[in-house]
């Protein structure tokens, strides 16, 4: 049965038998994506993989804009033109350079322009919107593009613990 975003209530009953009670229990379930056959959406976001595959195959139109989650994996150029356009950088699944999708001339949050290059880090976990295309053979997240989601993982503390071994030259007979 079809359910429209937004909340569903189930109820779970059994009505017991000769070594168990009956019980019932209800619960509630939050329903943001009606057709899970549709990727590439606000709520139901590609994978990087899953984002170059769909571009590969032709079947999608060139004027719609997909939502893509990855990780910056690594930066064309670490330079930014004086309009902030020119920030190139790819994303993958798994933070490496294998299977990384290039992220062509995009913003920051809420479509505003990169003002350095640190503004995005190797690691940043982002969300992406933007047009998909192919370059040069190559599925990329085509120019005007920006940033809908933009996390920067803590990165660990480690503090310095010092071990003492205390050696002595005496030994107790138990007396």
């Known amino acids: 049965r079809?359910?429209?975003?937004?909340?569903?209530?189930?109820?779970?009953?059994?009505?017991?038998?000769?070594s168990n009670k009956p019980s019932s229990e209800t619960y509630t379930m939050t329903v943001v994506n009606i057709d899970p056959t549709i990727y590439g959406t606000a709520d139901n976001p590609f994978t990087v993989a899953d984002a170059m595959a769909y571009t590969s195959s032709g079947r999608y139109d060139a004027d719609a804009e997909f939502y893509v989650k990855g990780i910056v994996s690594e930066f064309y150029k670490g330079d930014i033109v004086s309009d902030g356009s020119n920030f190139r950088y790819y994303n993958s699944d798994d933070n490496t350079s294998w299977d990384q999708m290039m992220v062509f001339k995009g913003s920051g949050l809420e479509k505003a322009a990169f003002q350095t290059a640190d503004d995005l880090q190797i690691g940043d976990e982002v969300t992406v919107c933007g047009k998909l295309n192919v370059y040069r053979g190559h599925p990329e997240i085509g120019e005007g593009n920006y940033l809908v989601a933009w996390n920067r993982p803590e990165t660990p503390?480690?503090?310095?613990?010092?071990?003492?071994?205390?050696?002595?030259d005496s030994v107790s007979t138990g007396e």
Not at 2 to 14: I, K, L, P
Not at 157 to 168: A, C, N, Q, S
């Open 2 to 18: 079809d359910v429209a975003a937004g909340f569903v209530e189930f109820t779970a009953s059994f009505e017991g038998d000769d």
């Open 157 to 168: 503390v480690f503090e310095k613990v010092e071990t003492f071994i205390v050696f002595t």
